[in-house]
């Protein structure tokens, strides 16, 4: 299954695991607020450090920052896996969602801040996008039309969760592949989990252009 790996690719998936989890661990929201705004986000809302609670907390500009903090964490961790492992394909593909798997985690449970990050939903959806435009389709697709025809982000989120591993079977048709999938997609989901119950409850916040102060 797995003969196309290399003799030294254990080597090479533990560096591209470090330097994977490292760059999740870059959290923009946690960065933004505590050490530019001196409000740390996780002391607001929902205590979640995403994209979502700082708009909702903070808006205006830094949004920006925040966002492409999140997604250029995530392309550099998938750049770097495919750099350490750039051939056969079949390995770089394994190498990106191995990469894609430590990201979140880094992203979810940072090291440098107590183990308390965000969601991955936004370096979640750029590791979507490096890995395969059809795997994004699906994934962002039923993100953007569930949160425009409900206003509930996790809803979208949780689509994004749930539909990862049957888009990864249906392009790859790979079990390892598949594994990992559904570990990233289960990972989402388990962040989610507060708002699950929130959206089955009927008490789920919905999202709004207008920000509210902190």
Request: with cysteine; glycine share 10%.
């Amino acid at each position: 299954m797995l003969d196309y790996l290399p003799a030294n690719a254990p080597f090479f998936f533990v560096t591209i695991a470090f330097c994977a989890y490292l760059c999740g661990c870059f959290n923009g929201a946690v960065i933004v607020s505590k050490y530019i705004l001196r409000d740390d986000i996780r002391t607001h809302g929902s205590g979640n450090a995403g994209l979502t609670n700082f708009y909702r907390t903070f808006g205006g500009f830094l949004t920006l920052v925040v966002i492409l903090c999140d997604v250029l964490k995530a392309v550099v961790a998938i750049w770097i896996a495919a750099d350490i492992v750039n051939t056969p394909a079949e390995a770089v593909i394994l190498a990106k969602y191995w990469a894609g798997l430590w990201c979140l985690l880094g992203h979810m449970f940072p090291c440098m801040f107590h183990f308390k990050g965000g969601k991955g939903i936004l370096s979640g959806g750029t590791i979507a996008i490096m890995l395969d435009w059809r795997i994004a389709l699906v994934v962002w697709g039923g993100f953007i039309v569930l949160v425009l025809l409900t206003r509930y982000v996790s809803l979208g989120s949780c689509w994004a969760g749930a539909s990862f591993p049957f888009a990864t079977w249906f392009v790859y048709q790979d079990t390892v592949l598949l594994a990992l999938s559904i570990l990233i997609g289960g990972l989402i989901l388990y962040m989610h989990r507060a708002n699950i119950h929130r959206l089955l409850t009927g008490t789920e916040n919905k999202f709004s252009l207008h920000h509210k102060e902190a």
